[in-house]
């Protein structure tokens, strides 16, 4: 069993910085693919960014990229991540995932929610104009 717990959300101005972190249960978090995906009311959740295991290769959602970056500490078992020059269609509630037992993460999978195993409570995340 792998507890994810996210903090770090909040209420910002368009333009402004947040920094999400999500920290995992287990021994093995050196071994886990990571994801973060968001989700407003009545819509689909829908990928932010993930990393692998090793850290070596990060995805991001193309209305992210340039601004959100993705990173990993495995001595802390968090992954972090940095959201920049936010704007208002960035509010939603950030999930962070975990995928433990499942297939690498790769370019076909890494923005299918199926991917991954575990998934904390969310944080929630409101940008004003």
């Known amino acids: 069993q792998v507890q994810l717990v996210e903090s770090g959300g909040g209420s910002v101005q368009a333009g402004g910085s947040l920094r999400l972190s999500c920290a995992a249960s287990g021994r093995s978090f050196g071994t886990y693919s990571m994801g973060w995906f968001r989700q407003t009311p009545g819509k689909e959740r829908e990928f932010v960014a993930a990393?692998?295991?090793?850290?070596?290769?990060?995805f991001y959602a193309d209305s992210v990229k340039g601004r959100f970056t993705l990173s990993r500490g495995d001595a802390t078992n968090t992954v972090y991540l940095q959201m920049n020059s936010l704007k208002p269609e960035d509010t939603a509630v950030y999930l962070c995932?975990?995928?433990?037992?499942?297939?690498?993460?790769?370019?076909?999978?890494?923005?299918?929610?199926?991917?991954?195993?575990?998934w904390g409570q969310g944080t929630q995340v409101t940008v004003s104009a």
């Open positions: 995932s975990a995928g433990v037992s499942g297939p690498a993460l790769d370019y076909t999978n890494y923005h299918r929610p199926n991917t991954y195993d575990y």
């Open positions: 990393i692998t295991w090793s850290g070596s290769d990060t």
